[in-house]
């Protein structure tokens, strides 16, 4: 597996310079350990992308387009908890989008923010929302019968970053990302330590809940067979 940090780099530029020139005027940012210096090589990649209030509902219809033209989109899901909201400055929209041939390690989490005039870009206060550990490092919210989350695509990027927690050396994060992600699904037991297979078992019970992401779990069953052991 290449996991080489100079081609994530040089593929999360191609992913800003596609939604720049998507949006005349918008702004793209790094966000997350990226821009902090502090990532490994199994980090994600976290954008911030600022654009007119005019054009949000048409940036956030662009994205799957407009990033698969960069690279295959593999999978492309919304967080149900951020939505336009009138009694803020700015409306706020994060997605969750996976590539082919792209480590999985390598999610892009891209929060889109529209802001009015006069608001501040994403360094500044309104784009203060993806910061926290959540969105970067687990599936995301408990958010039972939306119909833009799939919980087991939920359970599955759980999965991804249990393997993640175990090669930093994080057993204690593994656990809880391990047993988060089997109650998102109603799948009982916990953590074992043998993460291969408790890995595996994650993957399976998310493709029982939903036949429709059986690849995407055979993914992650090859994923922890390749790098975990037990």
Request: net charge negative; glycine share 10%.
């Amino acid at each position: 597996m290449d996991l080489d940090p100079a081609r994530r780099a040089v593929f999360a530029q191609e992913l800003r310079d596609a939604l720049a020139a998507q949006c005349p005027g918008s702004v793209t940012a790094l966000r997350g350990s990226l821009a902090r210096g502090t990532a490994d090589p199994y980090s994600d990649i976290d954008l911030a992308w600022t654009v007119p209030d005019a054009q949000f509902e048409a940036c956030v219809a662009a994205v799957g387009p407009c990033l698969g033209a960069v690279r295959a989109v593999v999978s492309l899901r919304s967080d149900p908890d951020s939505q336009r909201d009138s009694q803020r400055p700015c409306s706020r929209k994060l997605l969750f989008l996976a590539f082919r041939d792209m480590p999985l390690f390598w999610r892009l989490d891209l929060e889109i923010l529209a802001v009015s005039d006069g608001s501040a870009g994403p360094s500044g206060p309104v784009g203060a929302g993806l910061g926290g550990g959540r969105a970067q490092e687990d599936g995301g919210p408990e958010a039972v019968g939306d119909p833009e989350w799939s919980l087991a695509a939920s359970a599955l990027a759980n999965a991804v970053a249990v393997v993640k927690a175990v090669l930093r050396g994080q057993p204690e994060v593994a656990v809880g990302l391990l047993e988060r992600g089997l109650r998102r699904i109603g799948a009982g037991g916990s953590a074992s330590g043998r993460w291969r297979a408790d890995v595996v078992r994650l993957a399976n019970a998310a493709a029982e809940h939903e036949p429709a992401q059986r690849p995407l779990a055979d993914q992650v069953k090859r994923l922890a067979a390749e790098l975990l052991e037990g």
